[in-house]
């Protein structure tokens, strides 16, 4: 198991995962690292179904549906990357063009108004 500790029949999709990174860690065409044998056996399966806790009390007794959007302060800043995601310039503000530009609706437009980035 890896992730977050879920039973063997929900820990497929993150043994996949974890047997990856281990083994691109292990690669010596890429980081090359010692990686000593997981201490459990990994399983991946990517056609396992998932970890779903929100078919479960408490998840499945809340309100469903989309969110508001949530107020972003403008004091708090936004890391530089998000402006980057989202087609904007961090500097001057302007637009620039993106491949597919990140559009948070659940931070409202606050977010594409902000005017404060941190690195």
């Not at 995601?85 to 437009?109: E, F, N, Q, R, S």
Request: charged content about 15%; hydrophobic content about 35%.
């Amino acid at each position: 198991m890896s992730g977050g500790g879920y039973s063997a029949a929900e820990s497929g999709l993150s043994d996949t995962a974890c047997d990856w990174m281990l083994r691109q860690l292990s690669d010596p065409g890429t980081v090359g690292l010692h990686v000593k044998p997981s201490p459990w056996p990994l399983k991946p399966d990517w056609f396992i179904v998932g970890h779903e806790p929100w078919k479960n009390i408490p998840f499945n007794v809340r309100p469903t549906g989309p969110r508001s959007p949530i107020p972003f302060p403008a004091s708090v800043g936004a890391h530089v990357s998000i402006a980057h995601k989202m087609g904007i310039d961090p500097v001057t503000g302007a637009p620039v063009p993106v491949t597919t530009p990140y559009v948070p609706t659940t931070l409202g437009a606050d977010l594409a108004n902000n005017r404060t980035w941190v690195s």
